[in-house]
């Protein structure tokens, strides 16, 4: 027998129906407890406990829901998936999509990570939601900067622009896929990237480390030459910082870049 809305989706109350079509208005797909309770009062929270179980708003976590669209079909909320950029958009303020995220979101790297990377100014845990990862980067304000707004399924979204990514995961590798994917992603993209405006980031962020293993990068992959200018002028931090700073600190010390190279950067082995 055909399943119907009836026998699967349960229908609304006066009630419910209201809640859900005042929120819809005021553009309110992704929304609170208390973005509910505005509109219901009170009641509103049995409400949405009524409402999840019909089917017709999907708790992401604690206080947060979203509401199922009605194309979505009888199954309801057991069948609808939501980017987690929109879902990750809804989670911290101020906030940007960023790291491996960002790097795939670009097509800088072609591995989608399973973790949603999100930059944010206060410390935070991380969470599961719908059987995916959110994993929160705290950044300072000084360095929360450097942002784009993008259109998911019809939701503003922000996120760190190309120069910015490529800056935050050389200055944070372990949240980026690690320094290969990081080189190889900056080796490969060299024509949608600015590699001064880069620098200049850098320098803004106060982490000159960056900036050497930017050029180390630069360098092993042999085009250097082609943006020796983006480094005129800057000067390296005495000591020697570690190209990667997830893996042991064993290697060669590279004394132009001032690295130790803990991390073997070979081109060769992404043209296969």
């Not at 999509?97 to 206060?122: E, K, R, V």
């Not at 690690?178 to 405006?197: C, H, P, V």
């Not at 620098?199 to 960056?210: D, E």
Request: charged content about 25%.
């Amino acid at each position: 027998m055909a399943l119907t809305t009836g026998k699967y989706r349960e229908g609304l109350t006066n009630k419910e129906s209201f809640l859900i079509s005042s929120l819809a208005r005021s553009d309110k797909k992704v929304f609170t407890a208390e973005d509910a309770r505005a509109v219901a009062g009170e009641p509103a929270i049995k409400m949405l406990s009524s409402l999840a179980k019909k089917k017709w708003v999907l708790k992401l976590k604690r206080g947060l829901y979203t509401i199922v669209p009605l194309d979505i079909g009888v199954k309801g909320a057991d069948s609808f998936i939501m980017h987690n950029f929109v879902i990750a958009s809804k989670l911290a303020e101020p906030y940007y999509i960023g790291y491996w995220s960002a790097l795939n979101y670009y097509g800088f790297s072609d591995q989608l990570p399973i973790t949603t990377f999100i930059a944010t100014t206060t410390a935070r845990k991380g969470l599961k939601i719908l059987d995916a990862s959110y994993l929160f980067v705290q950044v300072s304000q000084s360095r929360f900067f450097g942002t784009a707004d993008i259109e998911i399924e019809g939701e503003k979204v922000k996120i760190s622009d190309r120069n910015k990514t490529i800056a935050d995961c050389l200055d944070h590798p372990e949240h980026g896929g690690g320094i290969d994917e990081i080189a190889s992603s900056i080796y490969f993209s060299t024509e949608e990237i600015d590699i001064k405006k880069i620098v200049s980031y850098a320098l803004k962020m106060g982490n000159i480390t960056i900036i050497k293993r930017l050029g180390y990068i630069l360098d092993a992959c042999s085009i250097l030459e082609k943006y020796c200018a983006a480094f005129d002028k800057i000067e390296l931090s005495k000591g020697y910082s570690l190209l990667d700073p997830v893996s042991p600190k064993k290697g060669k010390y590279n004394e132009r870049w001032l690295l130790l190279v803990n991390r073997e950067i070979a081109p060769e082995r992404w043209m296969y």
